[in-house]
């Protein structure tokens, strides 16, 4: 997956780097997905926010949650998603993720997680250029995220490995033709691996 960038392109500076982490939520991870399993992506995930923690890097938790279904996006669609009661407690984050207490916490309404958020702000207060993004699901809120992410001009790092979507042909799609146009594609282990 790696360019022919010597290894010191490769390093990020810890107090330029942000990770983002997408949707990793009871309601959410419960669901099939592909090629990754849900608890796959909790254990890289997990594994990258201690490694930004420890190294002192911005650490974002993004969650999609909904005060009473009036602030919920209904355009007419040709594909109309069958409404679903969702259960007690499905828009908490997983509790594997753990180092939450030091995460900045963003709530979504929608599925990128800039729109409407303080999430650019917070990114350029702290002088971040750079982040890493993983979650669910690849090509809904990771890849919207990710869009919105390179319309603000920030450089992005794709953690392939944690994250995961509805199909293996989606995630594929996604990381094969849409992630390389707007930044790089990694692992967890080479994400922190170079993180410094």
């Not at 419960?30 to 002192?56: C, H, I």
């Not at 030091?102 to 990114?123: E, P, V």
């Not at 982040?131 to 790092?157: K, N, P």
Request: net charge negative.
């Amino acid at each position: 997956m790696k360019d022919s960038k010597s290894a010191e392109d490769e390093l990020m500076k810890a107090e330029k780097t942000a990770l983002i982490v997408i949707d990793l939520q009871k309601g959410i991870v419960n669901r099939e997905v592909s090629p990754y399993t849900a608890a796959q992506v909790v254990q890289n995930a997990s594994r990258l926010m201690n490694a930004f923690t420890e190294k002192g890097a911005f650490v974002v938790l993004v969650r999609v949650s909904f005060v009473d279904g009036k602030d919920m996006l209904k355009p007419k669609i040709d594909s109309p998603i069958n409404p679903v009661q969702l259960p007690e407690g499905w828009d908490s984050f997983v509790p594997e993720l753990g180092n939450m207490e030091k995460a900045h916490l963003i709530t979504k309404r929608q599925w990128g997680a800039f729109y409407g958020t303080d999430l650019d702000l917070q990114l350029r207060r702290r002088g971040i250029d750079t982040i890493v993004l993983c979650g669910v699901s690849t090509g809904i809120g990771v890849d919207t995220t990710a869009r919105e992410a390179y319309q603000h001009g920030y450089h992005q790092i794709f953690v392939e490995d944690a994250m995961t979507a509805s199909t293996k042909e989606e995630h594929d799609y996604v990381c094969k033709y849409i992630f390389p146009r707007i930044g790089k594609i990694r692992t967890s282990e080479e994400v922190a691996l170079s993180l410094r």
